[in-house]
């Protein structure tokens, strides 16, 4: 599970790589990289706006290096800019005493207008 702590500045996450979240080669799947940039990147939003989290329109991977089954992940994710109707988000990902980098990404979302609810 992720343990999260929202701060206006970002999101800090800390994960171990389970043998769920792995490939053929026992190391970090990068579906699960995609996963948690799409979630700490809206996590970050979150904090600084509890009632946006938006609509994903783009989203990116970089992935740097493996990351092995029982590696823990520190994770952080951050607001590029939160504007009108997008949000631009940063990830990233490095585990070890070193902080190798494991992979980055980034994440843009759109904010759409609240539909009226008696407007079908």
């Given at each position: 599970s992720l343990d999260d702590a929202a701060r206006p500045k970002g999101v800090t996450s800390s994960l171990?790589?389970?043998r769920a979240l792995t490939n053929n080669y026992s190391t970090l799947h990068g579906g699960a990289i995609a996963?948690?940039?799409d979630v700490v990147g809206t996590l970050a939003i979150l904090g600084r706006d509890?009632?946006?989290p938006g609509i994903s329109v783009e989203m990116n991977q970089?992935?740097?290096?493996?990351a092995a089954e029982g590696d823990r992940l520190e994770i952080h994710g951050s607001v590029l800019r939160l504007g009108k109707t997008l949000a631009f988000t940063e990830v990233t990902i490095r585990t070890g005493a070193a902080a190798k980098l494991v992979a980055t990404g980034r994440h843009t979302k759109m904010f759409t207008a609240v539909r009226d609810p008696s407007h079908h």
């Open positions: 171990v790589v389970s996963t948690i940039v509890p009632l946006r970089s992935f740097c290096s493996a």
